[in-house]
T-cell receptor
Framework: DTAVSQTPKYLVTQMGNDKSIKCEQN?????MYWYKQDSKKFLKIMFS???????INETVPNRFSPKSPDKAHLNLHINSLELGDSAVYFC?????????????FGEGSRLTVL | SQQGEEDPQALSIQEGENATMNCSYK?????LQWYRQNSGRGLVHLIL?????REKHSGRLRVTLDTSKKSSSLLITASRAADTASYFC???????????FGSGTQLTVLP
């Protein structure tokens, strides 16, 4: 009965590779997010989708491409991985009203680029 | 610059003591939220306080908000070892549509 689930939890890959992280929520929320948490635990929003439509796209390299096949899923694809992409990526969702209420987070996907 | 700065960055206390963490922000807000993150886990929402509220309680948690000083505090009373975690404040700043997180306070409760 996991609310927001991400896969994989750990991802180790070489520089230059392409990888994807998947996220699914079973809460019936309309809005989903991707956040990046660096080694100092600083959280920065990357993208936000509302009902499959992109509403926030912060300044991230275009190597990062989110895809939302339906409002319960928001996947993150990363091309040509770089060392600086190493971080923990969190998916989150929020009920109608957007982020004015609480966010529900997944457990995170730790990406290590070698 | 990062909006929402927690203070202190790290706090270590004995079990049973109270822990106070502070958060400052720079622009107007609609509400302010506090989240907890256990090591290796996702963030969990603790409490939300609206801009027209001054204090809110939830179990052993007490949150205050001073909009004139643009600051909030989270008090955890009678702390337990299980309270060991990072605590983040988060706000929607001005007309922004996303939740912006502070830098977090790492709380360690020693048994």
């Amino acid at each position: 009965d996991t609310a927001v689930s991400q896969t994989p939890k750990y991802l180790v890959t070489q520089m230059g590779n392409d990888k994807s992280i998947k996220c699914e929520q079973n809460l019936g929320h309309d809005t989903m997010y991707w956040y990046k948490q660096d080694s100092k635990k600083f959280l920065k929003i990357m993208f936000s989708y509302n009902n499959k439509e992109l509403i926030i796209n912060e300044t991230v390299p275009n190597r990062f491409s989110p895809k939302s096949p339906d409002k319960a899923h928001l996947n993150l694809h990363i091309n040509s991985l770089e060392l600086g992409d190493s971080a923990v990526y969190f998916c989150a969702s929020s009920p109608p009203g957007g982020a004015s209420g609480e966010l529900f987070f997944g457990e995170g996907s730790r990406l290590t680029v070698l | 610059s990062q909006q929402g700065e927690e203070d202190p960055q790290a706090l270590s206390i004995q079990e049973g003591e109270n822990a106070t963490m502070n958060c400052s922000y720079k622009t107007s807000i609609n509400n302010l939220q506090w989240y907890r993150q256990n090591s290796g886990r996702g963030l969990v929402h603790l409490i939300l306080i609206r801009s027209n509220e001054r204090e809110k309680h939830s179990g052993r948690l007490r949150v205050t908000l001073d909009t004139s000083k643009k600051s909030s505090s989270l008090l955890i009373t009678a702390s337990r070892a299980a309270d060991t975690a990072s605590y983040f404040c988060a706000t929607i700043l001005g007309s922004a549509r996303q939740l912006t997180f502070g830098s977090g306070t790492q709380l360690t409760v020693l048994p």
